[in-house]
Every structure is written in structure tokens, then in C-alpha cells.
């Protein structure tokens, strides 16, 4: 019996009387067949309804939303619960749930008798969409906690790309923080702030549902992207116990470094060997790509490595980080507004990790990031950068692989 199954022990009893009847009535049917189904039909009529594990067949229930400042106390006062109850449970129920923790906006359920004074006997508070604290509030007073059934859905969706990623999922009535899986797992092999008006997607992904309600986003099993004309194909599968994205042929869809540091901006300038600079108002080389967004966006290094250098460029670049990637490879970030905690010279850093923030600190016109790469020592256009893949699927898992490819690519195709 799963912790969450709470009986009342009182309506048990009714249940099982008509379970008892229905097995006797039934069992002097000669055929076996038809008392079976008869007898199942019986159990179904009889099943007593259940909301967070309390037949509520006899009892009336309220739900609500916790109000603005509001705390248990003026929820369970207004609905007749003494405060002497409501004090033992502030009090000695805290390692099941804090009640301080109770959040505007969350679902409760307080369930009462429906004889002419009526009682509250149960107090339920849906801590997430899944989780929930039940309260017991007469005889001994206690609480405990439950899980609610989450249903894993898999649906599609596909669109065509004219503005933004995130505007065409809005557009085709998607959960718009898909564009944000998306932009994971084509982060190495698409540059997001070059897509293309005209561009298009598909997507075969799980979505989480508790009590019929949409509570969020699961994995993304498969996904194509076509970008430029060319279609790329992405599909989920697990080896040696970590999760990574594959194309067609096995190949990781992960690189050695990141297209872009940072999420949802746009290229301001580009990298030249004579540009006009904003604020001097001389020509000389810009050896980065500039990336506007607003103050406070994070940076994340776009490759594993060590930072060699954290401070403040007095000659314009204000606030940056070096991190050398490798014998060959480094990359440097500008103007930043501050530096993510913990940063400091000699730490190694992973590709991904939060590094800074966006700002306009040194000669700036504006919050933008400058990001430089360097081979060898020597700038070169961050947007052609060629990186390696990562691991490609093992043998040893070449046939489930392919499965999962045969499985879900006709599907994608068809869509």
C-alpha cells in the first residue's frame, strides 16, 4: 500500500459490506464468466471517491487559493477550526511541512462533515502541482505528506520560424519553454541569433499532468530543426547512465565549445579588422562579436577550462574574464556588470557554467557583451568556429540506438 493510500477506517467498513453482498449475490451465477464481470462491475460502482486519499463520498469539500498575506491561521480560523489545533500544528508538525512555507496563489482543500454542524476534519495544502500536506485536524491531530499521480503525456508540435523561436511556439499554441530545451540541445551545432526568417522545427517531447492539469515540460525525445535549408536531426538516448543528444549517425550533438554565451540577444557588431568605434569615434580592429542584451543577463563560459584572468580592463573593456580552454583555444568576456560568485583565477570552470553578467562597464555605449576567441593566441570570428563533437554512441549500444532512430524519425518525417 503506497504511503499516499490514507483510508478513513470509519467508511471502510460500509465498503466492505457491499463488497461482501456483491461476492454473495453474484457467486450463485453458474457462469463463471459473466460473475466475473459482473463482480468487477460490482467492485467499480462501489469504489469509493478518493481526493488526497480520503473518501469524500459523505463529506463536503472547499477548495481555495492561499491570498495575498495570507497564513493557516486566517485560513483555518475562517473555516472553524479551533486555534488551539492550529497552534499544535505550527508547532509540532514543522518536520512534515513548515506552515510558514505556505505560498500565495496555492491550491488548498478543506474537507467537512455534512451533518447540521458541520466540521472540519481534513486540510489539504498542494505544496507543488505533485506534492501536498495533509492535515488531520480532530481526535489526534497530525499531518503527512503525499505525491499525486503524474501522467507523462508525449505530444508534437512544428512550426515555422519568422521572428523568434519562442514567438513561433507561442504562435502554435506550444508551451513557449520549449524554446528554451530546443536552444540546449542545438546550442552547438545552430547559432540562435542567426536563425532564419522561414526556418522550421519539429518536436516529439513528454508534458507532465497532474489531475488533468498541465504542470510542465518533460524531455525532448526527438526533435528536427531545419536551419538554412538543412535539416537537423536530434534524438534523446542514454548511455553508460548519462542522457545526450545524437544525430542520425550516432554523432553527439554536443561540441567541445557552446556557439554563443549567453541566451536570447542580438549581434550588435560583428568581428572586423576596422570598425568605427562608438565612443572614440576612431576606426581600429574589433576582434569579438558584440552581443546586446539587457544588464544582469547571465554569461556562461562556452567551453571547459581554467580562468586565467579576472579583473578590470582600464583600457576599455571594464569588468572580464579569460578562461584557456586548452593548449589552443581561449576565450575572453567584456564589459561585464559583475562576476558570478565564487569566480576567481586558477578555478575550473565547465562548459555551461555562469561566469558573469552582462553590463556596460569600460568604453560602452550600452549593456552588451564583447566575446573574443583565440587560437593560438591570435583572434579569430567567433561565429566560424568549427568544434569538434563529442563521444558518439558506443557499439555496444549501436542497435538500441538505432531503434530509438527507426522509432522516431518516421514519426518526425510524417509530421
Not at 461482501?20 to 459482473?38: E, H, I, T
Not at 492550529?86 to 505556505?102: E, L, P
Not at 561566469?355 to 573574443?372: E, K, Q
Given at each position: 500500500?503506497?504511503?499516499?493510500?490514507?483510508?478513513?477506517?470509519?467508511?471502510?467498513?460500509?465498503?466492505?459490506?457491499?463488497?461482501?453482498?456483491?461476492?454473495?449475490?453474484?457467486?450463485?451465477?453458474?457462469?463463471?464468466?459473466?460473475?466475473?464481470?459482473?463482480?468487477?462491475?460490482?467492485?467499480?460502482?462501489?469504489?469509493?471517491?478518493?481526493?488526497?486519499?480520503?473518501?469524500?463520498?459523505?463529506?463536503?469539500?472547499?477548495?481555495?487559493?492561499?491570498?495575498?498575506?495570507?497564513?493557516?491561521?486566517?485560513?483555518?480560523?475562517?473555516?472553524?477550526?479551533?486555534?488551539?489545533?492550529?497552534?499544535?500544528?505550527?508547532?509540532?508538525?514543522?518536520?512534515?511541512?513548515?506552515?510558514?512555507?505556505?505560498?500565495?496563489?496555492?491550491?488548498?482543500?478543506?474537507?467537512?462533515?455534512?451533518?447540521?454542524?458541520?466540521?472540519?476534519?481534513?486540510?489539504?495544502?498542494?505544496?507543488?502541482?505533485?506534492?501536498?500536506?495533509?492535515?488531520?485536524?480532530?481526535?489526534?491531530?497530525?499531518?503527512?505528506?503525499?505525491?499525486?499521480?503524474?501522467?507523462?503525456?508525449?505530444?508534437?508540435?512544428?512550426?515555422?520560424?519568422?521572428?523568434?523561436?519562442?514567438?513561433?511556439?507561442?504562435?502554435?499554441?506550444?508551451?513557449?519553454?520549449?524554446?528554451?530545451?530546443?536552444?540546449?540541445?542545438?546550442?552547438?551545432?545552430?547559432?540562435?541569433?542567426?536563425?532564419?526568417?522561414?526556418?522550421?522545427?519539429?518536436?516529439?517531447?513528454?508534458?507532465?499532468?497532474?489531475?488533468?492539469?498541465?504542470?510542465?515540460?518533460?524531455?525532448?525525445?526527438?526533435?528536427?530543426?531545419?536551419?538554412?535549408?538543412?535539416?537537423?536531426?536530434?534524438?534523446?538516448?542514454?548511455?553508460?547512465?548519462?542522457?545526450?543528444?545524437?544525430?542520425?549517425?550516432?554523432?553527439?550533438?554536443?561540441?567541445?565549445?557552446?556557439?554563443?554565451?549567453?541566451?536570447?540577444?542580438?549581434?550588435?557588431?560583428?568581428?572586423?579588422?576596422?570598425?568605427?568605434?562608438?565612443?572614440?569615434?576612431?576606426?581600429?580592429?574589433?576582434?569579438?562579436?558584440?552581443?546586446?542584451?539587457?544588464?544582469?543577463?547571465?554569461?556562461?563560459?562556452?567551453?571547459?577550462?581554467?580562468?586565467?584572468?579576472?579583473?578590470?580592463?582600464?583600457?576599455?573593456?571594464?569588468?572580464?574574464?579569460?578562461?584557456?580552454?586548452?593548449?589552443?583555444?581561449?576565450?575572453?568576456?567584456?564589459?561585464?556588470?559583475?562576476?558570478?560568485?565564487?569566480?576567481?583565477?586558477?578555478?575550473?570552470?565547465?562548459?555551461?557554467?555562469?561566469?558573469?553578467?552582462?553590463?556596460?562597464?569600460?568604453?560602452?555605449?550600452?549593456?552588451?557583451?564583447?566575446?573574443?576567441?583565440?587560437?593560438?593566441?591570435?583572434?579569430?570570428?567567433?561565429?566560424?568556429?568549427?568544434?569538434?563533437?563529442?563521444?558518439?554512441?558506443?557499439?555496444?549500444?549501436?542497435?538500441a540506438f538505432d531503434s530509438v532512430v527507426s522509432q522516431y524519425l518516421p514519426l518526425l518525417q510524417s509530421m
Amino acid at each position: 500500500m503506497p504511503p499516499n493510500f490514507i483510508i478513513n477506517m470509519e467508511k471502510i467498513s460500509v465498503v466492505g459490506i457491499y463488497l461482501v453482498v456483491a461476492v454473495l449475490f453474484f457467486g450463485s451465477c453458474n457462469n463463471r464468466s459473466d460473475q466475473d464481470k459482473q463482480l468487477d462491475s460490482a467492485i467499480e460502482y462501489y469504489m469509493p471517491e478518493l481526493m488526497y486519499g480520503i473518501n469524500v463520498d459523505s463529506l463536503a469539500v472547499r477548495q481555495d487559493k492561499v491570498k495575498r498575506n495570507e497564513f493557516l491561521a486566517d485560513i483555518l480560523l475562517r473555516n472553524g477550526v479551533d486555534y488551539t489545533v492550529i497552534d499544535y500544528i505550527a508547532r509540532y508538525t514543522k518536520d512534515t511541512f513548515d506552515v510558514r512555507h505556505i505560498k500565495y496563489g496555492n491550491t488548498y482543500h478543506i474537507f467537512y462533515t455534512t451533518d447540521s454542524i458541520s466540521r472540519a476534519l481534513y486540510f489539504a495544502y498542494d505544496i507543488t502541482p505533485s506534492s501536498y500536506v495533509l492535515y488531520h485536524l480532530t481526535d489526534s491531530v497530525y499531518a503527512v505528506r503525499g505525491k499525486k499521480e503524474v501522467v507523462t503525456r508525449i505530444e508534437t508540435t512544428k512550426g515555422n520560424i519568422q521572428t523568434s523561436l519562442w514567438n513561433a511556439l507561442v504562435e502554435y499554441q506550444a508551451d513557449p519553454n520549449l524554446a528554451n530545451e530546443l536552444s540546449e540541445i542545438y546550442a552547438w551545432t545552430i547559432d540562435f541569433f542567426g536563425l532564419q526568417k522561414g526556418d522550421s522545427y519539429k518536436a516529439l517531447y513528454e508534458t507532465f499532468y497532474v489531475d488533468d492539469q498541465y504542470t510542465g515540460l518533460g524531455k525532448v525525445l526527438a526533435a528536427s530543426f531545419n536551419h538554412g535549408g538543412e535539416d537537423l536531426f536530434a534524438f534523446y538516448f542514454e548511455q553508460n547512465g548519462k542522457g545526450d543528444y545524437f544525430d542520425t549517425a550516432g554523432n553527439s550533438l554536443q561540441r567541445t565549445f557552446l556557439k554563443a554565451p549567453l541566451r536570447y540577444s542580438r549581434i550588435s557588431s560583428g568581428f572586423s579588422n576596422s570598425r568605427m568605434h562608438p565612443v572614440l569615434k576612431i576606426r581600429r580592429p574589433h576582434h569579438g562579436v558584440d552581443y546586446a542584451a539587457p544588464a544582469g543577463t547571465p554569461v556562461h563560459t562556452v567551453g571547459d577550462g581554467v580562468v586565467v584572468k579576472k579583473g578590470y580592463q582600464k583600457n576599455g573593456g571594464g569588468n572580464y574574464i579569460k578562461i584557456k580552454h586548452n593548449g589552443t583555444y581561449s576565450t575572453t568576456y567584456m564589459h561585464l556588470k559583475g562576476f558570478a560568485k565564487g569566480i576567481k583565477v586558477g578555478q575550473h570552470v565547465h562548459q555551461g557554467d555562469l561566469i558573469g553578467y552582462v553590463g556596460s562597464t569600460g568604453l560602452a555605449t550600452g549593456p552588451h557583451l564583447d566575446f573574443r576567441f583565440y587560437r593560438n593566441g591570435k583572434a579569430i570570428n567567433p561565429l566560424k568556429v568549427e568544434s569538434p563533437p563529442s563521444k558518439p554512441i558506443e557499439e555496444n549500444y549501436r542497435v538500441a540506438f538505432d531503434s530509438v532512430v527507426s522509432q522516431y524519425l518516421p514519426l518526425l518525417q510524417s509530421m
